[in-house]
């Protein structure tokens, strides 16, 4: 994916997910090309720009509805994505 295209779909990303979730992001990384939003008690969605395209980390949140509309903004606009709390769950049964 070319990196005009990458920077689009990441913009396009923030403005939907910011809509969907219903607050803007809290913070960024020093280049921004990691946003975070944060709930009452942790930092549970990330979305971040790499070369290859946009990707998103979700973890889990105080507000279920909140979290599954991030899950399926990602899932219909065909956003990568990884659920923390099976990647966590895939670490402890081979451990």
Known sequence: MAKEE???KFIWAIG???EVIGQMHC???????????????NYWFTLEMREDGVYAEI??????????????YCQYHGISY???????????SNG
């Open 6 to 8: 990458v920077f689009s």
């Open 16 to 18: 939907g997910l910011t």
């Open 27 to 41: 913070s960024t990384t020093n280049e921004a090309t990691a946003l975070h939003w944060h709930d009452d008690e």
């Open 59 to 72: 973890d889990d949140s105080t507000d279920a509805k909140t979290m599954y509309a991030a899950i399926g």
């Open 82 to 92: 990884s659920l923390i709390w099976q990647d966590y769950r895939k670490e402890k």
